[in-house]
């Protein structure tokens, strides 16, 4: 079964703090996605990585950067906390091109920004 | 921009009732996806759709894949309140990454409440 791991399931942090959201798969998945969710709002991307040091912008990339150094680890990084970044945080993997694209999930960060 | 848009929003019903939940485009989509989410946690993919037409049955749930690949619906048949929770469609679009890569166009989900 493919596991995908974030660090942390809730985390409060104050506005104008640096915030790292890590994520880690276990399955050798080459592509790697940041979402978040919101009530009335959906899924969002903000950032994917379809191979290691790549990256790129989804839909609300503002206010947001990526990493990632390692093929299993993908990490979001909130350079300066703003209360409208309080949100779920999902992180997501898949292979490259085949499977139709499927997608497995981590179980969340909950993030609130005070 | 391609959007997928899901009706109904939210579905309140009894156990044994029989429901059907809408995922609509005016997008082709290579492959077509649902997912379940509890609260709290990450969706959890149940299916995936490729080809036009496409029926595929997984215990209780049945999900179609429309011909013209724009559409999708899920039936449950006999909901029991183990099946409440947030189902999510999502359409799989090629990216021009030089292969076959792809991202997911996600609707906004239907919550589904099944009362004992």
């Known amino acids: 079964d493919v596991k995908v791991t974030q660090s942390s399931r809730y985390l409060v942090k104050r506005t104008g703090e640096k915030v790292f959201l890590e994520c880690v798969q276990d399955?050798?998945?080459?592509?790697m996605f940041w979402y978040r969710q919101d009530p009335g709002l959906g899924l969002r991307l903000i950032y994917f990585?379809?191979?290691?040091?790549?990256?790129e912008k989804g839909d609300i990339p503002e206010g947001y950067s990526v990493s990632r150094e390692k093929k299993e680890r993908f990490s979001l990084i909130l350079e300066s906390a703003s209360t409208n970044q309080t949100s779920m945080y999902l992180c997501a993997s898949s292979l490259i091109g085949g499977d139709a694209y499927e997608q497995y999930f981590g179980p969340g960060t909950r993030l609130t920004v005070t | 921009t391609q959007l997928l848009e899901q009706s109904p929003q939210f579905l309140s019903i009894q156990e044994g009732e029989n429901l059907t939940v809408y995922c609509n485009s005016s997008?082709?989509?290579?492959?077509l996806q649902w997912y379940r989410q509890e609260p709290g946690e990450g969706p959890v993919l149940l299916v995936t759709?490729?080809?036009?037409?496409e029926v595929k049955k997984l215990k209780r749930l049945t999900f179609q894949f429309g011909d013209a690949r724009k559409d999708s619906s899920l039936h449950i048949t006999a909901a029991q309140p183990g099946d409440t929770g947030l189902y999510l469609c999502a359409g799989g679009v090629l990216m021009n990454y030089g292969g076959s890569q792809g991202n997911l166009i996600f609707g906004k989900g239907t919550k589904l409440s099944v009362k004992p």
């Open positions: 990585s379809y191979d290691v040091k790549m990256k």
């Open positions: 997008s082709v989509f290579s492959s």
């Open positions: 759709v490729v080809t036009g037409g």
């Open positions: 399955m050798d998945h080459e592509n």
